[in-house]
């Protein structure tokens, strides 16, 4: 049960990275969408542990968004 209302979670905030990630003139710090991948992987790795499937899947696409983010929208807009 637990996997799916987090699973639920996930596919409610995983929209909210996608205008940042769309948006040329977006720019987040490095540190932050850094931390925020490394702090998403922990979450993954404790969601395997326990045994979830659905959750760490999603969260881990979490973790590509905001790398991208960390990759395009870490550098001031021209």
């Known amino acids: 049960m637990w996997d799916i ?5 996930n596919v409610i905030l995983l929209p909210s ?12 710090p490095r540190i932050t969408s850094g931390f925020a991948v490394v702090g998403l992987s922990f979450i993954v790795a404790g ?8 959750s760490p899947v999603l969260t881990s696409s979490a973790i590509v ?9 870490g550098k001031t807009p021209d």
């Open 47 to 54: 969601l395997i542990g326990e045994g979830f499937v659905i």
């Open 65 to 73: 968004l905001w790398a991208f983010i960390y990759l395009f929208r």
């Open 5 to 9: 209302v987090i699973a639920i979670g």
């Open 17 to 28: 990275l996608l205008p940042t990630l769309l948006d040329n003139r977006s720019y987040v």
